[in-house]
């Protein structure tokens, strides 16, 4: 069961943004000291400080950022890592660049592990300007300590979300960790858990069994289970069960197709998974194919 994206109520903003495709993910740096065993990054990535912007080297910051969101015609942007808290000054420079640049309403959200939060580094996002923060804790002991730290963030009015996997046999740790921080948070995210490279041997060696589509067998059906009772007890956060099939084709086919539809030639065809047909030999006709429908028309 891996082709939908389960949703208990609403949406987080983020979110709705990858959803539309108008929302650009900056890999702001691999640097993270941790070592979750379910870590999907890249080794050639992780631990070096390098950054991506949907998936294209970042070499001048932040002007290949700009670039590229430009390109894209993004309204927002999610950074991830490794852990961008370890390259938090970089962070707070850059949401004063694009806010700047775009206006308030560009939307910038980014992804922390708890564990990796320190008083400092949290000072200096509460007054950054960054709009969401998504705190990755898996059981409830990795809370110890923090909690100050994640109100700072709530009353500096950021909005926060919890963001984990999806792990099977972990689904009591993670409702226990809501059970702590369920009046700081707005929404839960639970990712469907991917195999790769990086994590494969890891999970296997967990008892894991990845699935004919790339993710772990069982991991929807402890989504949902975690989600059911989320809502049970605190109805009034959201709650949002992530398939990786729903990631690959929703968000990141729409960004294409919204990147796609802004460069294409006359003679090319953007299709239904964003990518670009050349259609030269169809002379000046553009067809574009939106939803299983063809669209169709003449350039004359
Ligand atoms: S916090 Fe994220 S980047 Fe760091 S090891 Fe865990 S999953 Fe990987």
């Known amino acids: 069961m891996s082709s939908l994206n389960i949703v208990f109520g609403e949406f987080a903003r983020g979110c709705r943004q990858c959803q539309l495709g108008i929302k650009s993910v900056l890999f702001i740096t691999g640097l993270c000291p ?13 631990g070096r400080d390098v950054m991506f912007i949907n998936d294209r080297p970042v070499n001048k910051f932040p002007e290949d ?15 991830t890592g490794g852990d961008p808290i370890m390259v ?5 420079e850059l949401v004063r ?39 990755h804790a898996t059981n409830p002991t990795q809370l110890n300590g923090k909690l100050d730290l994640i109100k700072a963030l709530k009353d500096a009015g950021i909005e926060l979300g919890l963001e984990v996997p999806a792990l099977p046999r972990f689904e009591n740790d993670i409702i226990k960790v ?42 929807i059906d402890a989504g949902i289970k975690i ?6 007890r605190w109805p009034w956060i959201n709650v949002n069960v992530c398939t990786s099939r729903y990631k690959d084709l929703a968000q990141m086919g729409s960004r294409l197709f919204r990147i796609n539809m802004r460069i294409s030639a ?35």
Not at 69 to 76: T, V
Not at 266 to 292: A, C, H, K, M, W
Request: glycine share 10%; aromatic share 6%.
């Open 97 to 135: 660049i694009l806010k700047d640049n775009y206006g308030q309403d560009f939307h910038i959200h980014m992804y922390t592990h708890v564990l990796n939060a320190s008083e400092g580094a949290i000072k200096k996002l509460a007054g950054s300007g960054i709009d969401e923060i998504r705190i």
């Open 178 to 219: 809501v059970e702590i921080i369920n009046k700081l948070i707005d929404f839960v995210n639970l990712n469907e858990l991917d195999v790769s490279p990086a994590n494969i041997e890891a999970l296997i060696n967990m008892g894991y069994r990845p699935g004919l589509d790339g993710s772990v067998i069982g991991s």
């Open 227 to 232: 989600a059911s009772e989320i809502r049970r």
């Open 88 to 92: 938090v000054d970089r962070v707070v």
């Open 34 to 46: 941790l070592n979750c065993f379910y870590c999907p990054v890249n080794r050639d990535r992780f």
């Open 65 to 79: 950022i700009i670039d590229e969101l430009d390109r894209a015609g993004s309204n927002g942007l999610a950074i």
């Open 266 to 300: 006359g003679d090319e065809v953007v299709l239904d998974d964003g990518t670009l047909e050349n259609q030269s030999n169809r002379g000046l006709t553009i067809r574009l194919r939106i939803g299983g429908k063809e669209y169709t028309v003449e350039s004359g």
